[in-house]
């Protein structure tokens, strides 16, 4: 039986629009997100974040669970417009002060925190500026970091910038299904840029503040494959990647757009607003490289523009969200960023599953496609560490079912379930089944659920 190292970081990782609620509670400004929510047609079941998990009032509560659950860490997102309402400015300290709790909450029941600095909310007032289309949202994101920095920096050693800038720039600006909702692939282009820049900036923040622990970037990414062996997918494929992984991970950690990329879309009008030293700046030393991954995909050469690649389907197993669950493509993608970026730890941020879970008569909620969904992927991380890469940590996507963005609260990541009529929490086997791997440190765990939940009865 081969168990992860001893040091192996385990978390379950959440952000704070899909949880918090409180939307207009102590100070907090408005998000784009909010917004987005609020405008009919958007968001399915007219559903927004306003309550969501109320985790804003449950803190204590949750606190608990993460406790109970045996985690060592746990990543959460810091609401920008509830540190600075307007984006700028004024700091809210009642914003400061529940994070401050958090964090003393975590730190007291031993779990490492684990910060996002931007996980999409960004707040409207700087939208109605130009948002992240503007080379300025850059700048006052560094000035957000360097607060959040100075008021939490003593307790928090580890941070995340921006939590996956191709969803925030190509899905928020281009295709339009998140916030705030435009459809312009060259303003999705500045966006992505001026994420990176942001990042950059905040990273330099950072660094010139002597601030304790370490610091990275957060993309989404899969492994894409061809279809056939013909020249026209293999490009294809190649080119999926660069937009949706070497886009983001190559300037942060080699300085550099793709060039095969870079050239393409020239070719086609369009080209990111690059300014003398932003590279230089995007490049900062990052300590570690987080992954969040949830599927990889088969590609063949396709007429959609600007890219002229299409997926293809392969008949695989899906979760609730249709992705297809290939935990082979975790290993791939692991194996290749090692090669890519050899002297690079990586974090894997978000991994987990979607399922149609329901609650049965006896009050258990047996969702053993989750469990086969993680067993499965943490067995592809583990053999990637056995082969060298330097895999440090895993957070599972979610801690519980929560506001899933434009898919409302029809879907659920959870491992704790959430009742949204009264919001109680409930464990799911999943969560049974990842205290016993958090515990021994391997995934061979045999585990008699029916006693288990007796135990829990019993010592609630």
Known sequence: MKNFPDDFIWGTATSAYQIEGASREDGRGDSIWDRFCHTHGNIHNQDTGDRACEHYYRLEEDLNILEDLGVNAYRFSVSWPRIQPVGRGHVNGRGIDFYQRLVDGLLSRNITPTATLYHWDLPVALQLEGGWNSRNTASYFAEYADEVFRSLGDRVHSWITINEPWVASFMGHWTGQHAPGLQNFQIALNVAHHLLLAHGKAVEVFRSGNHKGDIGITCDMSSYYPVSESIEDREAALRLDEHKVKWFTHPVLKGQYPEGLLSWYSEKGYEPPVQDGDMELISGKVDFLGINYYSSFDIKKGENQPLEADFVPTGRDKTAMGWEIRPEGLYDLLISLQKQFPETPFLITENGAACNDEVDEDGRVRDNERIDYLKS????????????????????????????????????FGIIHVDF?????????????????FESGHTDVSLDFDSFFDEEDEDD
């Open 377 to 412: 992927h943490f067995e592809m991380a583990l053999k990637a560490i056995e082969d060298g890469v330097p895999l440090k940590g895993y957070f599972i996507w979610s801690l519980m079912d929560n506001f899933e963005w434009a898919y409302g609260y029809e879907k659920r």
């Open 421 to 437: 009529s009264n919001l109680k929490r409930t464990w799911k086997d999943s969560a049974a089944w990842c205290y016993q791997v």
